[in-house]
């Protein structure tokens, strides 16, 4: 496979990418003079402090992953793990759903509902960086158990920045822990899918969902969504090594 790589997968090009994404969405946040707590306020401050440093990222990471050529490996296995592995995404699904149908789409006005589709490019843009450019870096050198705690223990300090964004340290910290349960549902949906697309989706359905689920006056069912997503992640964490066995990705020169 490296043959087909327009430049050999390296742990530092991986890692340089990260902190790179990190920046950028950090800078275009910062530039907007929006703060995280104010997000939710109206659809201009959704878009312009969230929204738009997802749109400049996305450009980005298309642009260095088709000049690095590493599109196929950072979206596709060679192989996929057992497919009763998916019960975890299963269950993050139907959580999803639980947000969704508890959402109060009445305090939706057209502006702030465009501004929110946006927000599922997440899915795009912090998959290909974490388990799809940094994943591909890391199984030049590493086992895939080395490959799922680093990039999903990065996934989650990622969301650290959220604090130097203007939101209290104990939900940033919590929101840390819940990513690290969140990255080995998605990396565990690439591994048993056999790609990374679906954990794309996934993870931007599953943002626009917990965003919309905390607009407005949401239903009394509001609290399940998360309560089952936590369960996703447990049995996430129970199933993991059964997707990392016999795992046979690592990239070769």
């Given at each position: 496979m490296?043959?087909e790589?327009?430049?050999?997968?390296?742990i530092?090009i991986g890692?340089?990418?990260?902190?790179?994404y990190?920046?950028?969405?950090?800078?275009v946040?910062?530039?907007s003079?929006?703060?995280?707590p104010?997000?939710?306020?109206?659809g201009?401050?959704?878009?312009?402090?969230a929204?738009?440093?997802?749109?400049?990222a996305a450009?980005?990471?298309a642009?260095t992953t088709?000049?690095?050529?590493?599109?196929?490996?950072?979206l596709?296995?060679?192989?996929?793990?057992?497919?009763?592995?998916?019960?975890?995404p299963?269950?993050?699904?139907?959580?999803?759903?639980l947000?969704?149908?508890?959402t109060?789409?009445g305090s939706y006005?057209?502006?702030?509902?465009?501004?929110?589709i946006?927000?599922?490019?997440?899915?795009?843009?912090?998959?290909?960086?974490?388990?799809?450019l940094?994943?591909?870096?890391l199984?030049?050198?590493?086992?895939?158990?080395?490959?799922?705690?680093?990039?999903?223990?990065?996934?989650?300090?990622?969301?650290?920045?959220?604090?130097?964004?203007?939101?209290?340290l104990?939900?940033?910290?919590?929101?840390?822990?819940l990513?690290?349960?969140?990255g080995t549902?998605?990396?565990?949906?690439?591994?048993?899918?056999?790609?990374?697309?679906?954990?794309?989706?996934?993870?931007?359905l599953?943002?626009f969902s917990?965003?919309?689920?905390g607009?407005?006056?949401?239903?009394?069912?509001?609290?399940l969504?998360?309560?089952?997503?936590?369960?996703a992640?447990i049995v996430?964490l129970a199933?993991?090594?059964f997707?990392?066995r016999?795992a046979?990705?690592?990239?070769?020169?």
């Open positions: 490296g043959a790589l327009r430049v050999r997968p390296r530092w890692l340089a990418i990260y902190v790179g990190i920046v950028v969405v950090f800078a946040q910062k530039l003079g929006v703060s995280y104010a997000l939710g306020d109206s201009s401050n959704l878009f312009f402090g929204g738009l440093s997802l749109i400049v450009i980005l990471l642009v088709s000049l690095l050529g590493w599109w196929r490996p950072a596709f296995e060679r192989h996929h793990a057992p497919r009763w592995t998916l019960i975890a299963i269950i993050m699904g139907i959580a999803l759903v947000n969704l149908v508890s109060d789409w006005d057209l502006a702030f509902f465009g501004a929110s946006v927000l599922i490019l997440v899915g795009f843009t912090e998959e290909l960086t974490t388990r799809g940094l994943l591909t870096a199984r030049s050198r590493l086992g895939e158990g080395w490959v799922w705690f680093i990039s999903s223990a990065l996934f989650g300090l990622m969301h650290l920045i959220n604090a130097f964004s203007g939101q209290a104990g939900p940033t910290i919590q929101q840390v822990g990513a690290f349960l969140g549902i998605f990396y565990i949906l690439r591994r048993a899918s056999g790609t990374l697309i679906w954990a794309m989706v996934l993870h931007g599953w943002d917990t965003f919309a689920v607009h407005g006056t949401p239903a009394a069912t509001s609290a969504g998360a309560i089952v997503n936590i369960v992640g996430g199933t993991v090594a997707v990392i016999g046979d990705e690592k990239l070769t020169a």
